[in-house]
């Protein structure tokens, strides 16, 4: 069955590091997003690509990146981790913009030391 | 720019109690609405959704109503289970953009 993946599912990291969160689809799918969920705020967008070569910012980007060079995998990295991006991030995929459905993965859960 | 109000949680229910889960939005145009869940330990999914004005969205015993006229979408199930303690989280969507998400309301029902 298709599915969309997320590695590792859980890190542990320290101030200052760089870490990249790795998702993989297997729909085919153009179009992939990062969130990332905190108490109080809900699920906020941090990056999303509408297809290969394709990269834009969210509304919480500052500190992220993203590229993507195949239509599976948008892996998104944290250039020097702060404390502040302790959190659960999500990946999710859908096959256009303008299809309904986003498909999200299980999540990564991420604390910075 | 867009935006999505939803009540604040946690709601805490006996089984088979009347649910309902207000969410409001503002957005420009006409967007498209959902309501996703989250069960402990997931991903999101979508529950269900509507995509014009008085259109009604309904999956597993829950439904919403899309009301143009007081820019709403609220959740409501007549008998709720233990099954649906969960995170739902009201959502839109307008033209080519990503979803909007509301903040989330923890729903816990209780035998």
């Known amino acids: 069955d298709a599915e969309i993946t997320q590695s590792p599912r859980h890190k542990i990291t320290e101030t200052g590091r760089q870490v990249t969160l790795a998702c993989h689809q297997t729909?085919?799918?153009?179009?992939m997003f990062w969130y990332r969920q905190d108490l109080g705020h809900g699920l906020r967008l941090i990056h999303y690509s509408y297809g290969v070569q394709d990269t834009n910012k969210g509304e919480v980007s500052d500190g992220y990146s993203v590229s993507r060079s195949n239509t599976e995998d948008l892996p998104l990295t944290l250039e020097s981790a702060a404390s502040s991006q302790t959190s659960v991030y999500f990946c999710a995929s859908s096959v256009t913009a303008d299809v309904d459905e986003q498909f999200f993965g299980p999540g990564t859960r991420l604390t910075v030391l | 720019g867009d935006s999505v109000t939803q009540m604040e949680g946690p709601v805490t229910l006996s089984e088979e109690a009347f649910l309902t889960i207000n969410c409001t939005y503002t957005a420009t145009g006409y967007p498209s609405l959902f309501w996703y869940v989250q069960y402990p330990g997931e991903g999101l999914q979508l529950l269900l959704k509507?995509?014009?004005?008085?259109d009604k969205g309904s999956n597993k015993g829950f439904e919403a109503t899309y009301r143009k006229e007081t820019t709403s979408f609220h959740l409501e199930k007549g008998s709720v289970q233990v099954s649906d303690s969960a995170v739902y989280f009201c959502?839109?969507?307008?033209?080519?953009?990503?979803?909007?998400f509301g903040k989330g309301t923890r729903l816990s029902v209780i035998a």
């Open positions: 729909w085919n799918h153009n179009n």
């Open positions: 509507a995509t014009k004005a008085d």
């Open positions: 959502a839109l969507r307008s033209g080519n953009t990503p979803l909007v």
